[in-house]
């Protein structure tokens, strides 16, 4: 799947889940009231793509590590669960989960 079509994907379902409208968003994002809509409509519709720094934006409005716009499927829920960890904690969990992996490759 092309990387556009994926944050397209991502972004709309992250913006229902936290059952905001497409205007929302966009406001919230720091985007101008006017077009707010429509630019979140054409990111949605992978017309266009976002910038890093509004992917960022939209990320923390939609409580997402940005990551997890772009990565595959098959580790989204992993990424959720990192970000879950408290910041102060995360390499520590990260380097146990790293340990637990190689173990079972080996």
């Known amino acids: 799947m092309r990387l556009e079509s994926l ?10 889940e ?3 409208s ?7 994002a720091g ?6 809509k429509v630019r979140i409509n054409q990111y949605e519709n992978g017309k266009h793509s976002p910038p890093l ?11 997402k590590p940005a990551i997890w716009f772009i990565c595959e499927n098959d580790i989204k829920e ?3 669960l990192i970000n879950e960890v408290p910041a ?14 190689k173990n079972r490759t080996t």
């Open 22 to 28: 497409q205007e929302a968003l966009g406001v919230l």
């Open 88 to 101: 102060e904690n995360r390499l520590e969990a990260i380097g146990q989960l790293v340990i637990e992996l």
């Open 31 to 36: 985007i101008d009231e006017a077009t707010a």
């Open 78 to 80: 992993l990424v959720l």
């Open 7 to 16: 944050v397209a994907i991502r972004m709309r379902e992250a913006r229902e």
């Open 53 to 63: 720094s509004m992917l960022d934006k939209i990320a923390s409005v939609l409580g």
């Open 18 to 20: 936290a059952e905001l």
